[in-house]
């Protein structure tokens, strides 16, 4: 593994490489002089032993014309002449005459002037120029143009009006930007932890805090239109608080806001004449919004994430510009400097580890022990998993009875109580797996861990949720809305109780018996599976909840605030960074899709079957009264198709929302555009692939044609020694090109030593292996 020091000291010796090319007058080339710090060091790294550009000066005036032949293969040769012909690349500072210098910046403002403002901006902006420059050609232009007659910039009304919403629509999203910047949670706790312990485990504290966004999000949208109003004219309480409560739910809390039999049925008017508030609507609607919003939020993340994770030509070029390219030298903080060495290392040692795990080939038979090692690890956790869902089936069937026949209120924690038991042992059961599968890539041990812990999780909430809505809807109670909210409030506090005592005890005591009993065992690894499916488990009982616990995102919100600091210090007390790096940044595109399905779509199917299919409570709630709760709906477009002005509403519902042949024709218009953009990822990635081979060999082209000119120049040499030794005069001074080309020679000479020295054997082989050609520099560097 790369220090903290060893790769420090690789990027600030890189970035040392002159930035830009100079100015030489045998060249007949307009250079600026100054170029962006990263494309000169990229084009003074990436021709490693062998110099693209070559100094006229060293050789003799007879090979003079080669040199300038050899300068048609580089690709420093395109931005020259781009440069030497493009007026927005005049640069003030160019060591030219002063009249020369002054036409160029005349050309350069008369060319911005016709521009519209965001054009003008854009390219001020690509201008190779520091920022105080680029301040100043601005209010030159603007200085310019507010001297011109004002019948030449007059614009047409809508053009204006654009201008100024375009104007407008960048300053509010950057102020936004900034200030979601400024408020983002644990970036100095999530910096540390991608830095010690890698992006796998990093990804998993990423995931908490999105979800912990989520049901921010959540309980501003139920409480605000929900409870607040409920709030007016809510009643005494009947009952007494007894602190019992907090476990089981009930009691206190049930004639609060937080259960939905507590909620009235009419419509809230506080003056006569003035405004009402249909409770009924308002409930059913800010759920549903709820839901749409979360549906599209979870979309939305899936593509952003597969976009960055997946399509992206990083992930071809193996992070290898990470070494060169990118330290940020406005860090001077110490404790930042070495959080940044950290992270810089730790994605190093990923990408290696990732090079090394595709060059593993396994023979035939090896290929049929692991297949049949995992077919039989399959068979066993199914079976594992078929019993624990038929063991909760059994105890929910008999769970009301058992109920009545015990007064005990900590009775109603027999269930919850054995369900957090099973999905806290049987994890642990599955990651015992590991020890015999011998996965070679870890990210495909964490898939098969996901796929089995979430095959576990969503069978036991299906059993549940059919417990729910079939025997407590159906068993007469008088407001089983509210007996439902509290089954789920007690499997949440229950989760998070076990989750608390796992990560206080049960990590605690493993690693006193790593570290001082059996110290073979050592320290344990993070399982992301096991705590990333708590994560979904728990999220998805939020979902069910919130229509019966309009709460309960509120409390959910807190579990995942405490349960980030308690992962975080058991992180750092009890567990090792992973013993083979690997690179997760496309496990938060997998972890939102679990989420999506089936976690959302099952909650989706759940509600449907309630809204749709289930009776309310004739003494509770606000829909109390109607035979069903989508009724409500049916009312209120009843009551608008009465009014003229609102029978647009009418339509769309009856025609759109309410017909089945429309969502069937939204259905497959979606596949169709989804099946669209993966062929057009697909085609972006055989793209991307194609032209990172085509670099590598235009490199190797031009090592070639550099090799050849050497011998040609080497064969000249030997039979013309005379004229060699006479013309050897004329570099006794070498001039700035040389010097550069010499420096960026050692860089790369250093670079290849450090990497030589500090990489072990398995990193030197993952290099030797990859598409990055290295130098050859053991003796020194070649000019």
Request: with cysteine; net charge positive; proline share 4%.
């Amino acid at each position: 593994m790369l220090s903290g020091d060893q790769v420090n000291e690789i990027v600030i010796n890189v970035e040392n490489v002159p930035s830009g090319v100079q100015n030489h007058r045998s060249s007949n080339l307009s250079v600026p002089a100054t170029k962006s710090g990263v494309n000169s060091s990229f084009g003074v790294v990436s021709s490693v032993s062998g110099i693209d550009v070559t100094e006229p000066q060293v050789y003799s005036r007879r090979n003079d014309r080669k040199a300038k032949q050899l300068l048609r293969f580089s690709p420093l040769k395109e931005l020259f002449s781009q440069t030497h012909h493009s007026p927005d690349l005049v640069d003030m500072d160019t060591p030219c005459t002063s009249h020369e210098n002054i036409q160029g910046r005349q050309k350069l403002i008369a060319s911005l002037i016709p521009m519209t403002s965001r054009d003008r901006i854009k390219a001020i902006r690509n201008q190779p120029r520091t920022m105080e420059e680029k301040r100043k050609l601005r209010r030159m232009v603007d200085k310019e143009k507010s001297k011109q007659p004002r019948r030449i910039f007059e614009l047409n009304c809508c053009t204006q009006c654009l201008n100024s919403i375009s104007l407008a629509y960048r300053r509010c999203r950057n102020i936004l930007s900034e200030l979601l910047n400024s408020i983002s949670l644990w970036q100095k706790t999530l910096k540390i932890i991608g830095g010690k312990f890698g992006t796998s485990v990093l990804s998993y504290f990423n995931f908490l805090r999105w979800l912990l966004k989520f049901n921010i999000f959540s309980f501003i949208v139920t409480f605000s239109f929900i409870t607040i109003p409920q709030f007016t004219v809510g009643g005494n309480n009947a009952f007494k608080f007894t602190g019992l409560e907090f476990f089981t739910g009930a009691g206190y809390f049930t004639d609060t806001v937080m259960y939905y039999g507590f909620y009235t049925n009419s419509t809230i008017r506080h003056q006569s004449g003035g405004a009402s508030y249909n409770m009924q609507l308002a409930y059913i609607f800010t759920v549903a919004a709820c839901l749409i919003i979360c549906f599209f939020s979870l979309l939305f993340s899936m593509a952003r994430y597969f976009r960055n994770n997946f399509i992206n030509p990083h992930i071809y070029s193996r992070g290898i510009a990470k070494l060169i390219f990118c330290w940020d030298f406005t860090i001077t903080h110490e404790k930042a400097v070495k959080l940044k060495q950290k992270n810089l290392s730790t994605e190093i040692r990923e990408n290696l580890s990732e090079i090394l795990q595709e060059n593993v080939k396994l023979t035939l038979n090896q290929q049929l022990t692991r297949l049949s090692v995992h077919l039989a690890a399959w068979v066993v956790s199914t079976g594992v998993a078929i019993a624990c869902c038929v063991a909760v089936y059994f105890l929910a069937e008999n769970n009301l009875e058992f109920l009545k026949s015990h007064q005990n209120p900590g009775a109603v924690l027999l269930l919850p109580f054995v369900v957090s038991c099973i999905n806290l042992a049987v994890p642990r059961f599955y990651s015992m797996f590991g020890l015999l599968e011998h996965y070679e890539v870890p990210r495909q041990e964490v898939y098969v861990l996901l796929i089995r812990n979430i095959f576990l999780k969503i069978s036991i909430i299906g059993i549940l949720c059919y417990y729910w809505l079939h025997n407590v809807a159906l068993a007469g109670e008088e407001c089983w809305e509210t007996l439902i909210g509290q089954e789920i409030y007690r499997l949440l506090l229950m989760d998070f109780v076990f989750s608390l005592a796992d990560s206080f005890l049960g990590e605690f005591l493993r690693r006193i018996i790593g570290m001082q009993f059996i110290t073979s065992l050592g320290l344990q690894e993070f399982d992301i599976a096991r705590n990333v499916l708590e994560l979904i488990y728990a999220q998805t009982l939020v979902w069910i909840g919130t229509f019966f616990c309009p709460l309960l995102p509120f409390i959910q919100m807190i579990t995942l605030f405490i349960m980030f600091y308690v992962k975080n210090i058991s992180l750092m007390m009890n567990f090792q960074p992973p013993s083979k790096a690997w690179r997760a940044s496309q496990m938060m595109t997998f972890f939102i899709f679990l989420l999506f399905f089936p976690s959302f779509t099952g909650v989706l199917c759940t509600l449907a079957i309630t809204i749709w299919r289930l009776k309310p409570s004739a003494e509770c709630g606000p829909f109390r009264g109607l035979p069903f709760f989508i009724h409500s709906i049916y009312s209120w477009i009843d009551t608008l198709s009465k009014s003229p002005s609102y029978l647009w509403v009418v339509w769309i519902y009856r025609h759109l929302i309410g017909s089945v042949h429309f969502f069937f024709i939204l259905t497959l218009i979606v596949l169709i555009i989804t099946y669209l953009y993966w062929q057009i990822t697909e085609g972006r990635k055989i793209m991307i692939r194609l032209l990172h081979e085509q670099i590598i060999n235009e490199g190797k082209d031009k090592m070639f044609l550099i090799e050849k000119l050497a011998k040609l120049q080497d064969t000249e040499r030997r039979a013309n020694p005379g004229s060699f030794t006479l013309e050897r005069t004329d570099v006794e001074e070498p001039g700035p090109l040389y010097s550069q080309e010499h420096e960026a020679a050692h860089v790369v000479f250093h670079v290849s030593s450090f990497l030589e020295e500090a990489l072990p054997n398995d990193c030197k082989a993952a290099f030797s292996a990859s598409s990055v050609n290295w130098p050859d520099l053991s003796h020194g560097p070649h000019l």
